[in-house]
């Protein structure tokens, strides 16, 4: 799970960080927000009407959502579901409400908060991007501050400073969390008690 305020660089962390570890599957998420220019459907998110995503809600189509600045935003549960079933490791980008919910359901999961240098340097990040109209920018900062408060239900804090110092931390943690996982020292055990056998 990435999480952190808006324009702290989750995204564009994320696209390096995909290409560096392929074997972690992204979930893309579900939103009522209008697409920007360049995004996909499907491939940034799934752009819904309000009424879609309602009926997605109700339906219990989504893992966890949230209301983030006048739109709605939500990981499409059925995907989650089936990677987890079949062993592969899923990363969500998601908002700090929304990752909060999540613990909840998968405590076992990683829980990553990304940082800013500065708040300054947060707004020149948002500013710059150039997505956003300023209104909207100050209401992304006020949460910010807020979620900022949400930190200690992280496991992790990772500073965004640069890229590639960020996406490093990133995979040390992910790295170092494999080799504690149930899942990879028991498939380790069943190895070297089957190599024991034959030998
Ligand atoms: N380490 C960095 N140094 C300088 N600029 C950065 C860094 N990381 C990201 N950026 C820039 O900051 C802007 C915001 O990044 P990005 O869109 O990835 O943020 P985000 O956290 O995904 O935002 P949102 O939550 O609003 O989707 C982009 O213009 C990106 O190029
Ligand atoms: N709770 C959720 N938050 C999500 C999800 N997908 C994205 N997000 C977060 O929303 C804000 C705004 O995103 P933007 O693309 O409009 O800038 C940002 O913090 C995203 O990480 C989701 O499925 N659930």
Not at 6 to 17: E, F, M, P, Q, W
Not at 51 to 58: G, H, L
Not at 103 to 114: D, Q, R
């Amino acid at each position: 799970m990435l999480s952190g305020p808006s324009g702290v660089g989750k995204g564009t962390v994320c696209s390096v960080l995909r290409q560096k570890m392929p074997e972690l599957i992204y979930s893309v998420s579900a939103t009522t927000r209008q697409p920007r220019q360049g995004e996909m459907d499907g491939i940034n998110y799934f752009f819904k009407s309000k009424e879609q995503f309602k009926d997605m809600i109700a339906r219990d189509a989504l893992l966890e959502y949230a209301e983030y600045v006048g739109n709605f935003y939500g990981t499409p549960r059925d995907f989650v579901e089936r990677t987890l079933a079949s062993g592969k490791d899923i990363i969500l980008e998601i908002e700090v409400q929304g990752a909060l919910k999540v613990k909840e359901k998968f405590p076992e999961g990683v829980f990553i908060f990304l940082l800013p240098p500065s708040l300054d340097e947060l707004k020149q990040r948002i500013t710059g991007r150039g997505t956003e109209t300023e209104d909207l920018i100050a209401n992304r900062m006020t949460v910010a501050a807020e979620e900022m408060n949400l930190i200690r239900h992280y496991d992790y804090a990772v500073l965004n400073d640069e890229i590639d110092n960020a996406c490093r931390r990133i995979q040390s943690i992910v790295e170092a969390e494999h080799c504690r996982s149930e899942r990879y020292m028991s498939e380790f055990a069943q190895h070297m008690q089957a190599a024991s056998e034959k030998a």
